[in-house]
């Protein structure tokens, strides 16, 4: 706590000794060490008090995750898919008599962006063009066809 050497401690006696004198000097002792230990206390007691409050923070978040998981488990043990989808079909059917769920109009269909009816075909490459090699592939030549078009053509 305080960094307090030896040597100033014996300066401090010293000084207290002249000061107070030698014959008060054990009571004026007894008094500080009486207070020393009320503050001692005084401190302990606040520590325990806050140390108490930590726990029952942490406590009171044990309990309410210990309470949502105890509701999620109640509702997966009242589990009930035919209910759970008889309730959805209910309010679609309410949707629908109640006119919230609209039906497209016709002149929507005419408003839609037409779509093109076939893709554009793919362009092969002919016999002539040369074809790259895939990257860390090594080129491979097929000599028959380097024959073949060596003889079609003139030199």
Do not use: C
Not at 54 to 63: F, G, I, Q, S, V
Request: proline content about 9%; glycine content about 6%; cysteine-free.
């Amino acid at each position: 706590m305080f960094d307090i050497a030896w040597g100033e401690l014996l300066l401090i006696g010293i000084v207290a000794l002249i000061a107070i004198g030698p014959k008060e000097l054990p009571g004026a002792l007894r008094t500080l060490g009486q207070w020393m230990g009320k503050l001692r206390r005084m401190a302990s007691e606040f520590q325990n008090q806050f140390h108490e409050a930590m726990r029952e923070a942490e406590l009171a978040d044990l309990k309410k995750q210990v309470d949502d998981m105890t509701s999620q488990a109640q509702s997966y043990a009242n589990f009930d898919p035919i209910g759970d989808v008889r309730r959805e079909l209910e309010t679609t059917q309410q949707q629908i008599e109640q006119g919230i769920v609209s039906e497209p109009s016709p002149g929507a269909a005419a408003e839609a962006p037409a779509v093109e009816a076939s893709p554009a075909p793919l362009a092969l490459p002919s016999a002539d063009t040369p074809v790259a090699a895939p990257p860390n592939e090594p080129a491979t030549v097929d000599a028959a066809a380097d024959r073949s078009d060596a003889g079609d053509k003139p030199a």
